[in-house]
């Protein structure tokens, strides 16, 4: 039995003796998904049970290193946990942006101690994070960045305005872009900055979306005191440490759609549609969209496989981020719209217990943020065409 | 006959806009969705539509009506997608005004109500979760001197306010249209509230009696077909009024937002996108009048075109509302801009008479392949 | 019986008895296409005969005065004329650079004594036409003209070169674009003027194509006499003459896919691909790609008659010639590639009879300079952004 | 197993490409074209592939082979689909020679001769018009101590110089693959010139017969979806290599063709069209090399894998050429370039082994919808 296979037999073990019942299967509603945090909330207290035995162990970061809290698995045996979590239909433990963003930021640029303060609070699921990027009027252009932060010796003070920053209402620190430099042009004069979001003088206003209640908040800040040890990377480059994790940013969100437990579109369709004599779903048009798309999707899986693996070799060029972003979220509303048509009538309630809240309506229109959030589409585009394509003026 | 709208239907359309801009802006819609309105409607807007000649465009003269074809309602229908009117036009001033035309005598005294704006009538078609008109499953059985229905019926619009009810139910002949009082016994309505803030209900009929005289002509399928064209033609106008309205929003944002230091519709990629719908858009209107110029002329033969324009205006409107939001960027996304009620209403309109999917299907079967 | 009425039933009279059974039906070959000119060929005497007749009447251009030989006809007379047309099958009378593009231009901008010169000849199909736009280098991009005319009183010397003048081989005169004033920038002093393509120092050769031997050429003018009496509007504001020309012209390129005697796509298919038990085209997939293609092009055509009637009463805005030309091209594309979809491995012969000379290959490969002749579709984007869209910077 | 070559792939990957672009570049395929040479490969060619270890990358060592898997195959199919090379290497290299391994030893001494290059064989499969390995008509029937051939082939690669023909035939049991001499009575055996410039003919088979001992294997249809399985994965392969060469064509002419006064890849509407379609390719080399890397590891699940390689790679290069021609503009219509070459060749490998079509409905199905 080779190494992988003993992990492989080992893990499943494991998997069998401490992955409750309850947290198998498709995750059926947000409150069933798992955030952690000081003021974390659970849907039952098994949810709570398999955040603590994952973390423990490491595997709500299983490539990080041990030292910090994380798994220390080789990208193949984290294949192998994944595929594990995949066949026993496991919910996430954690689902963190400290893990998929900050995290790996923190382990590019962050001081070692920074390191040790940080990293295993979040894969224990501790302190939950949220990111300070976007503001009114900046949009995709970063470069537009407003909010100051003024230098008082051992800190600064900060004043400004953010906007988009999903659950910042519900979030205990943030990392966040600041202007340290006014006189700077452009990208230069930003750092990147981490605080608590109790510290006085910050506040939070939930956004109304077009899909309803959102995640996603304004955050204002009125004199909000940072310590400089909380600085990440050089001061006046946090472009450099926001660059890095917004490519990260990119893979996450381009395979956010990717619910891995979810049966095949055409199935779903065929359950509220029906099939013909032939066993094909009795909708042709609509049969022949599905199948296009489930071949595009189960391509951009395979994509994701390989720019992961490309990246482990040292191959991968990061731009290819860029890639996987702009079509994993293009491919995600393709999914929804695809939904919706399935779906019929009944997918376009927006309210009462037969559509669980509008559930699809809600989360087709969800979707159309996916192309816009973390760099749109076209700034995505932009970047394939001037890292990748070297194209002339791009 | 040209394919342009005469002089007479250009100024109806000139009025029908002003009208709606003034009267039923998206302001009113918004109103309605927030104070969580009961009835969804306004019946006070409807009446102005009886006033402004609209609720009765296709009612004829000698019921008060305008007397004025499907051109004209297609006229009216898209000024209410511009401004997304919640309001009976639809079910009543369409749907309940051309099967009540071809009723008896005593069906056809309705007709003036409509026309004044003091009657909503809900036409209940489909059933299950898409628009299948082959697959009519509420029944019509013959009991004493009347009929007895029993079924359930989807997407029933404006059902919960509706003052008439009109059903259509398999007979041993064909599927016939009803005439059902909301309030008779073993009519269940349930109201639906839906993603565009527009009005629907489920109807469930559990043997409902009605006298033999609620068949409204025959029950051979023909009015039901005819009823179903006038649906899918006006929707398709009223999709274009909608994805114009958003797509002229776009270019107004295109035009004004800045970003890297230039307006955003300064952007060559975003200009080729605009003007790839500005086609598609463009050869969606040709396909609507077409449909609605033969529902006038040769209503017979009106069908394939009713098809290619409901189709059209699914594909060319789904693509305006998509490029709508994403070019508005995460303003876009959130409920104050007026975009994403577009592609609300949008997503809605594909469903109603058929998706562009449904009448792909038709025109190949009635094209042979 | 209305006006139309009375002109359908003689249209209608007149074509049962003057248009030969061997001009309906579809058009079987290249050969069968009639073009007129000084060297004319006729696959049959039927054809030239059909020409002549036709010709007569003025209805090669149905809609010119009938001062220049043209039919005189209404818009609206002139559907009826192209319906009995289309009922009976028949195949064009007569092919025309001269009626499609340069008799609207003559019309537009030429003399009294131009227009009753060349517009009559070109009716009755006598003298074949050809343009001179491109050349080498330029490509879409007009403003680089490099053909030079140099003024020598009463006619120009004419020394140049250009590129895709279709059957300049063929053509017994030329329409050109040339610089009468090379100092003027950009698109001012370039002049239209007309000659004969038998003028000494004209020669001509043709492009092979990656469908095979084409009808474009390049062609070459060394020292060629222009007389100045075939200037055709304005000295050096040919580039008015030209843009109204190319809008006719990207009406037609727009048009040209369209074989009106035709059968729907998906029939053609069923004969090669058979149908299921349920009368289907047994292809789903395909099926379904070709039902949207012919719903795209069933709408197209009534947008094409929609600019028609727009133009005839006043409300047609210039580039709404862009619009067709760009999508009827594009549209033209994606038939042909369902076509070759639907031919399979017999549509991918390229020589022998079986395959008629490989004519589905060649007719699919011709396609792909749909959106390339008469302006590029990205031309005709930005045509559309500019003129109808009103963006910035378009 | 990462999705990416090993060191070692990676090397062959190299010697193919400089191989095939010394010794066969776009010019090797024109000057047969243009002589209209009757093989329409060159047999040199095919000896060096011999050679350089290429033509018996499939076949075991122990027959003089390289012994390498369908991972290797596809790289060198790759650098053949850059090259537009004509060359046996698909119908001989990895059809024959997956086919003749299942074979007996008498049958196995055509390996080593294939190894060699020495030998050209070609497997005919396909009937009618498209690829419908359900619909095999052509029979094989017991007859004597053999069997008897009847039918007619269509698209078999190199027919018309092949030197074997294994041949798909329907028995009692299922499909199987039967060696048939080119020369034996009853065979025909046309040369079908392709739009691409590459050898296919038909071949025709009246009352053909064989010895028993002809039949590979079993008549199960196992080797014959077996061998479709490598055929369709290596084409895959060869379209990614192709399509990718017209894109870096494309690219480098994006860079240099002035217009207007810059550079054509400076407009931006351009550089997304590029970018979108760098995604395209690239997610489908990811579904190509999975389909190889199932093909060597796990060769029973590798059918719908397969399916999603060619699909994909029928889209993405179907793209990726029209973007070419229309990019270079005039120039990409003409012969003398060689984006045309590239699109005719991207036609004719969307029909072998299943258009786009075939393996999106081979997915519905497998997939229960």
């Known amino acids: ?394 | 006959m040209p394919l342009i709208l005469t002089e007479e239907q250009t100024m109806l359309e000139e009025a029908a806009r002003g009208f709606l801009a003034e009267a039923a802006p998206i302001a009113h819609l918004r109103a309605l969705r927030d104070s969580r309105d009961p009835d969804g409607v306004s019946r006070d807007l409807w009446t102005s539509f009886g006033e402004m000649g609209f609720a009765g465009v296709l009612v004829p003269e000698a019921h008060g009506g305008s007397g004025l074809g499907a051109v004209e309602a297609g006229v009216i229908a898209e000024a209410v997608g511009r401004n997304l009117v919640p309001s009976p036009f639809l079910s009543t001033g369409v749907l309940a005004a051309t099967a009540l035309q071809a009723g008896s005598e005593e069906q056809q005294r309705w007709l003036p109500e409509i026309a004044a704006g003091r009657l909503i009538a809900a036409v209940a078609l489909d059933e299950g979760c898409k628009h299948r008109p082959d697959q009519i499953e509420t029944t019509a059985t013959r009991s004493g001197n009347g009929w007895r229905l029993d079924g359930a019926k989807a997407m029933v619009l404006d059902g919960h306010v509706a003052d008439l009810l009109i059903v259509a139910a398999r007979t041993d002949e064909g599927v016939g249209l009803f005439t059902v009082a909301p309030g008779a016994e073993g009519v269940e309505v349930e109201r639906t509230l839906m993603v565009d803030a527009h009005n629907a209900a489920r109807v469930t009929l559990s043997g409902v009696k009605v006298q033999a005289d609620a068949l409204i002509g025959a029950a051979d399928g023909g009015l039901f077909r005819a009823v179903c064209a006038y649906g899918g033609a006006m929707v398709a106008a009223e999709m274009t009024g909608a994805a114009e309205a958003a797509y002229e929003q776009t270019l107004a944002y295109l035009r004004e937002r800045k970003q890297f230091g230039r307006a955003i519709g300064e952007f060559q990629a975003l200009q080729h996108r605009a003007a790839h719908l500005y086609a598609e858009l463009e050869i969606t209107k040709a396909a609507v009048l077409k449909a609605l110029q033969l529902l006038d002329s040769d209503p017979e033969a009106a069908g394939p075109a009713v098809s290619v324009a409901k189709a059209r205006a699914g594909k060319s409107s789904e693509l305006a509302v998509q490029e709508a939001v994403q070019m508005h960027g995460g303003v876009g996304m959130t409920d104050e801009f007026d975009v994403g009620l577009f592609m609300k209403r949008i997503r809605v309109c594909q469903e109603l008479f058929g998706d562009t999917h449904h009448h792909a299907e038709r025109l190949a079967r009635l094209s042979g392949y």
């Open chain 1, 1 to 394: 039995m080779s190494d992988l296979e003993t992990f492989r037999a080992e893990t499943r073990a494991w998997l069998e003796a401490n992955c409750p019942p309850e947290v198998r299967g498709p995750v059926r509603s947000e409150d069933e998904a798992i955030w952690g945090g000081r003021n974390a909330t659970f849907a039952t207290p098994a949810h709570k049970l398999w955040l603590e035995r994952m973390g423990e162990r490491g595997w709500t970061a299983p490539e990080w290193p041990k030292e910090y809290g994380g798994g220390g698995l080789s990208r193949e045996e984290a294949k192998v946990l994944a595929s594990e979590l995949r066949r026993i239909q496991a919910q996430p433990a954690l689902l963190s942006f400290g893990v998929w963003m900050l995290g790996p930021a923190l382990l590019a640029f962050g001081t070692e101690e920074q390191k040790k303060r940080f990293l295993p609070e979040i894969v224990r699921g501790e302190i939950r994070w949220c990111q300070g990027y976007s503001e009114p009027g900046a949009g995709s252009d970063l470069a537009g960045l407003q909010t100051r932060a003024e230098d008082r010796g051992d800190h600064w003070i900060v004043n400004g305005q953010k906007i988009w920053t999903s659950y910042a209402d519900k979030a205990d620190w943030i990392f966040c872009l600041v202007r340290t430099d006014p006189e700077a042009p452009k990208h230069l004069g930003i750092s990147f900055v981490l605080f608590d979001m109790e510290t006085p003088g910050v506040t939070t206003r939930p956004i109304t979306l077009i899909s309803g209640k959102s995640p996603f908040c304004e955050t204002f800040f009125d004199d909000v005191r940072v310590e400089k040890e909380n600085l990440v990377g050089t001061l006046n480059r946090g472009w450099d440490v926001a660059k890095y994790l917004l490519a990260h940013e990119r893979t996450m969100i381009g395979a956010m759609g990717e619910d891995l437990n979810a049966r095949p579109l055409g199935q779903v369709a065929a359950d509220s549609l029906g099939t013909d004599e032939a066993g094909r779903l009795d909708d042709p048009m609509l049969r022949a969209r599905i199948a296009g798309m489930e071949i595009d999707a189960a391509a951009f899986r395979l994509a994701l496989e390989r720019v992961g693996d490309k990246h482990k070799a040292g191959k991968a060029h990061p731009a290819e981020a860029s890639m996987l972003k702009y079509y994993g979220s293009e491919l995600n509303k393709r999914r929804h719209e695809l939904l919706m048509a399935a779906g019929g009538f009944d997918a376009l309630e927006w309210e009462g217990e037969r559509s669980r809240e509008g559930s699809a309506a809600r989360s087709w229109l969800r979707t159309k943020a996916n192309s816009i959030e973390g760099g749109t589409s076209e700034i995505q585009l932009n970047i394939i065409a001037k890292h990748l394509l070297r194209l002339p003026g791009a």
